[in-house]
T-cell receptor, first 114, second 115 residues
């Protein structure tokens, strides 16, 4: 069974530029999560989708971050415009159902904002 | 709100020895799950072990076991017979089992295994 796929693996941009990350969850997994992991910290949830609907986006900085999961499968996370403090690893995870305990993570996208 | 505390920024262990990584948590929920993840330098979070708050037995998965002490709100990870490939960051996390609650992570412990 293929795992969670993410691309790109690395991205370097200048501040005020835009960037987008893509995630394809494990096949059949209805729930998808985006996390931000700043160096030296544990991951922090940005947004949670159940199929193509948003369940929790309370910690998403909505003035610059947006995310969508239009067909309930893959998802895109966008930052526009990027700030220096957005430098982090962006992790995508999925579970078959919202109350399924174990989340399975992708390899992450490491973003550097200069 | 949930909180996870990992007090050991780094741990060193020799190959083939056992090591315990500490984790304490705080929650007002009665039903919750506790997790340990491993994050090697490649960046992927790898699920290791799970313990439910109502599970009577401590969880074990191969060389990993979880020392769960509910009254003390601790969920320490024990790795037996350490291997060089165990060198990585280790994160403790928890999730209430109600609603759409998601994982809350600790800050992690870096484990280095020496030959």
């Amino acid at each position: 069974e293929a795992g969670v796929a993410q691309s790109p693996r690395y991205k370097i941009i200048e501040k005020r530029q835009s960037v987008a990350f893509w995630c394809n969850p494990i096949s059949g997994h209805a729930t998808l999560y985006w996390y931000q992991q700043i160096l030296g910290q544990g991951p922090k949830l940005l947004i949670q989708f159940q199929n193509n609907g948003v369940v929790d986006d309370s910690q998403l900085p909505k003035d610059r971050f947006s995310a969508e999961r239009l067909k309930g499968v893959d998802s895109t996370l966008k930052i526009q415009p990027a700030k220096l403090e957005d430098s982090a690893v962006y992790l995508c995870a999925s579970t078959p159902k919202p109350r399924e305990d174990t989340q399975y993570f992708g390899p992450g996208t490491r973003l550097t904002v200069l | 709100a949930q909180k996870i505390t990992q007090t050991q920024p780094g741990m060193f262990v020799q190959e083939k020895e056992a090591v315990t990584l500490d984790c304490t948590y705080d929650t007002s929920d009665q039903s919750y799950g506790l997790f340990w993840y491993k994050q090697p330098s490649s960046g992927e979070m790898i699920f290791l072990i799970y313990q439910g708050s109502y599970d009577e037995q401590n969880a074990t998965e191969g060389r990993y076991s979880l020392n769960f002490q509910k009254a003390r709100k601790s969920a320490n990870l024990v790795i037996s017979a350490s291997q060089l490939g165990d060198s990585a960051m280790y994160f403790c996390a928890m999730r209430p089992r109600s609603g759409y609650s998601t994982l809350t992570f600790g800050k992690g412990t870096m484990l280095l295994v020496s030959p």
